[in-house]
């Protein structure tokens, strides 16, 4: 056993799974959920796909080809939905580890479609296989980190997922930008070629690194269990520790059952429905926020919008998610110590503030500098609010209120819920920006003032 997973224990071990597994799969999450929205405006794209211009294009024909290109765009959050609607079922029968192999898989089939496209079906198809992959991913590696990580340190290691994210943001702004200065399809081509390399290094990896242990209690596989818990805590296999945490969690299986569907709708002892709405409403409130608005159509934002030449917006967009890294670092170091409902409090109150000055601003941008400057700065401190109160942290709230049995069935519908509601926000939100302009952005405004009620609500549920 002292060989296994490369010879590495304890908080190596812990650093070297997320190295190789968690960072490149976040980072593609960040990549696929930006990359395309880059790509929307370059010539040999709209010449290709000439149903979804929105730059060359006015009036009705605007109208109709933003609606067809907000439902291509969404099509890859319906793939995400699906796939992490699958691990409900799938995620207890295979394992961590053999499910993110297998989302890694039809990334790599959806990635394949999209730089190969040269027809609106083929587009769709590769998105669609492309999020399904990347739900599955997303709904599982949060699920396998949270229950290896150490408990002390669990909550800054798991915000460290926005943080990869915010990296991947950031490279797919500058890979677009990089290619903007290229001629043909290439431009678009290779962006959507990119997270091949990836998935194949994390496929090239797993079977060296271990399942979650809580995953091998759950299968009866409790002597595997004790061997890696002394493991990934540098502990020998006969350690008191590693015998009481695998005490508490058979306690924990035994007194949630199974973790069927059926019990998520009872509010016995363990307060299972309680725990299952707060975990949704988490990743609810982090995309009806209106997050979504710049991860997906951060250079639409800035071009059509605020009106910044497309040179100015790529730098703009791949300087903001680089800024974002940095905010989800000052995450990193204060989550442990403040706690999440504070800063997630605290970040939707800055987002519905700064989308009140994004509103008023864009309303003049095309004529005053001066708001088309404070706009631009308006869509920073946007990225600032949500890196610090609502990146990481509500991936880290879903898994910590579902006790062990119901773990992975409740992660799965809280990914859903999460994909669900960013499909929504993708889909509209070209057809939002033709119909009402800058008034848009009061929606949003709206919401996240209307979120700072229920989060005070759920914060005083019983579980």
């Not at 199974?258 to 709405?277: A, D, I, V």
């Not at 919008?305 to 204060?334: D, E, H, K, W």
């Not at 400057?373 to 579902?402: M, S």
């Not at 996240?448 to 914060?459: A, M, Q, S």
Request: hydrophobic content about 50%; overall charge positive.
């Amino acid at each position: 056993m002292a060989q296994k997973y490369l010879g590495l224990r304890g908080n190596q071990l812990v650093h070297f799974m997320i190295a190789t597994v968690v960072a490149p799969t976040y980072f593609l999450l960040g990549y696929n959920n930006a990359v395309f929205g880059g790509l929307l405006t370059l010539d040999s794209f709209v010449s290709t796909f000439p149903s979804i211009d929105t730059v060359n294009t006015t009036g009705s024909v605007l109208a109709e080809n933003a609606r067809v290109q907000g439902t291509i765009v969404a099509l890859y959050t319906v793939g995400c939905m699906f796939g992490a609607l699958a691990c409900f079922k799938l995620g207890d029968t295979f394992g961590r580890i053999r499910s993110t192999a297998a989302g890694c898989v039809l990334q790599i089939i959806g990635s394949i479609l999209l730089c190969a496209s040269y027809s609106l079906a083929q587009l769709i198809v590769g998105r669609l296989v492309l999020g399904l992959g990347m739900g599955i991913v997303s709904a599982t590696v949060p699920v396998w980190q949270s229950e290896s990580s150490p408990a002390k340190n669990r909550g800054a290691l798991v915000v460290l997922q926005g943080a990869f994210a915010s990296l991947g943001l950031a490279l797919s702004q500058w890979i677009d930008l990089g290619l903007f200065f290229t001629s043909g399809s290439v431009s678009w081509r290779f962006p959507l070629a990119f997270p091949i390399l990836f998935c194949v290094f994390v496929l090239c990896l797993l079977p060296f690194l271990p399942d979650s242990p809580r995953w091998m209690v759950k299968k009866g596989r409790i002597e595997d269990a004790k061997s890696l818990m002394a493991i990934l805590g540098d502990l020998p296999s006969d350690s008191e520790v590693v015998a009481e945490d695998i005490r508490k969690m058979q306690v924990s299986l035994a007194e949630t059952g199974k973790g069927n569907f059926r019990g998520l709708l009872h509010n016995g002892e363990e307060r299972l429905l309680n725990r299952t709405l707060i975990a949704m409403f988490s990743t609810f409130s982090q995309q009806m926020n209106g997050i979504g608005i710049v991860g997906f159509y951060t250079t639409t934002l800035y071009e059509q919008y605020i009106g910044l030449t497309p040179l100015v917006s790529r730098i703009l967009s791949g300087a903001l998610f680089m800024f974002q890294l940095c905010c989800n670092l000052i995450c990193f170091f204060v989550i442990d110590r403040i706690g999440r409902r504070r800063l997630m409090m605290f970040g939707t109150t800055g987002l519905g503030l700064c989308f009140i000055v994004l509103a008023g601003t864009v309303s003049h941008a095309q004529e005053s500098r001066a708001c088309s400057i404070i706009a631009a700065i308006c869509v920073f401190l946007i990225t600032f609010f949500f890196a610090i109160g609502a990146h990481g942290i509500n991936y880290l709230y879903g898994t910590e209120v579902a006790p062990l049995a119901f773990r992975v069935p409740i992660y799965a519908l809280t990914t859903g819920t999460l994909w669900a509601f960013n499909f929504l926000v993708v889909e509209i939100t070209p057809v939002g920006f033709a119909a009402l302009g800058y008034k848009f952005f009061i929606v949003f405004a709206a919401i996240n003032i209307f979120l700072l009620t229920p989060g005070r609500v759920i914060d005083s549920l019983k579980i």
